[in-house]
């Protein structure tokens, strides 16, 4: 019987920065899989070496050593021009600020995505409607500008449009840090669904220890390593 390879992994990755004359670490010979339908959920403090996890897996950043493979590609062995291309299609990122265009609305953010991935009007136009509705956004609220909108309908709009690819790869950076609880509570449930749903596999880093409890996995970040000690499964805390 053959394995699925997980749709992210990161082998044993190393990467460092430049610090006056000597290297400051970020990354330590981290490793991680994840699989498609599963959300990983990866906590530390800052400067443990969070957001350089995300970077590398994302491709915009190349480590010192070590393999990134997405979607079963290897990224070291891609140009530039690849990369870019592996990263438009096959990688959705929800930053912790959405970003969104102020003039635009809710919709025509989505449609911006496909404007550069050169698809066809009317089935983007069809399909932005169908991602903001699954995401809790129907009807007017998607003909909104970003300013009409709450803090938490803006952060919808920027999981749909990480999601607009159809991306084997979700990396989520902080989604609660701008919300209050019961707001963060529910994109977070969101980002379970969408995982689910969309299969992708999700990484999502974040201080909010009251995310972990939702999430597949949990591993603990310190000084650009990454522990397993915290690891477990859904079927174990329901069990």
Do not use: W
């Not at 265009?101 to 809710?106: E, G, N, V």
């Not at 983007?124 to 500008?145: C, I, P, T």
């Not at 790869?169 to 919300?179: H, I, K, M, R």
């Not at 999502?204 to 591993?219: M, Q």
């Amino acid at each position: 019987m053959t394995t699925m390879s997980p749709a992210l992994c990161l082998d044993n990755i190393r990467l460092t920065y430049p610090d006056g004359d000597r290297r400051l670490t970020a990354l330590d010979a981290v490793s991680l899989r994840v699989a498609a339908g599963e959300l990983a959920a990866v906590a530390g403090p800052s400067g443990s070496g969070k957001s350089s996890l995300l970077a590398v897996a994302a491709t915009l950043l190349r480590p010192d050593s070590g393999r990134v493979l997405i979607d079963g590609r290897d990224t070291g062995e891609l140009s530039e021009r690849e990369r870019t291309a592996l990263r438009r299609d096959s990688v959705g990122i929800i930053f912790q600020q959405p970003n969104l265009l102020a003039s635009l609305t809710a919709q025509e953010q989505l449609l911006v995505t496909a404007h550069v991935r050169g698809g066809r009007k009317a089935v983007d136009r069809r399909r932005a409607a169908e991602l903001l509705d699954s995401v809790g956004l129907s009807g007017n609220k998607q003909h909104r500008r970003p300013h009409q909108l709450s803090g938490g309908e803006r952060q919808r709009v920027n999981i749909a449009r990480a999601l607009f690819g159809g991306p084997a790869v979700l990396l989520v950076d902080e989604p609660t840090a701008a919300l209050d609880q019961e707001r963060g509570d529910q994109i977070v449930d969101l980002l379970v669904e969408v995982t689910r749903q969309h299969g992708t596999a999700t990484v999502l880093v974040t201080h909010d220890h009251g995310v972990l409890g939702r999430a597949d996995r949990v591993l603990a970040m310190a000084d650009g390593r990454l522990s397993l000690s915290l690891s477990r499964t859904r079927s174990a805390r329901t069990a």
